[in-house]
């Protein structure tokens, strides 16, 4: 506890790549959680010991894929009621966990814990240059208020 400011946790983890099991990497952090104000997001400050394999392959097979197609993707529903993942679209589904990592950090409280549950809709936006964009509608789970 800090008086007047909030409270800080320091927390030691094992961070495992999602793409590979088999790689992980040892992570230190401080998480301060202020008082009172809940608009605000935690600070968080980490250590990474060593890093993760890099995506660069996945990535590109990913893009090309994705920027060889006719007509922009649409998708909905991922994973579905049984809890699959089109093999095609994991890349899509990982990139909405990411993002929505960033919303979970944004909303987090020392009482809640969000994840991403669905992506309800994902389209890529047409854009003229070499970017890919896309717009999603993802559903958060709070496990607390289930």
Request: glycine share 4%; hydrophobic share 35%.
């Amino acid at each position: 506890d800090i008086k007047d400011v909030g409270h800080k946790y320091y927390l030691e983890l094992e961070l495992e790549d999602v793409l590979d099991k088999d790689s992980t990497v040892n992570c230190t952090a401080e998480v301060l959680y202020h008082l009172g104000n809940k608009n605000m997001a935690p600070d968080v400050q980490f250590t990474l010991e060593g890093e993760l394999k890099g995506t660069e392959e996945a990535d590109h097979v990913f893009y090309t894929r994705i920027k060889s197609l006719e007509k922009e993707l649409v998708a909905e529903n991922i994973p579905d009621s049984h809890g699959h993942v089109p093999p095609e679209l994991e890349p899509l589904h990982l990139l909405a966990w990411v993002a929505s990592g960033y919303l979970v950090w944004q909303n987090s409280t020392e009482n809640t814990h969000l994840q991403l549950a669905q992506i309800k809709h994902v389209k890529q936006v047409k854009r003229s240059d070499k970017y890919l964009q896309f717009d999603y509608v993802v559903l958060l789970h709070e496990m607390v208020s289930q």
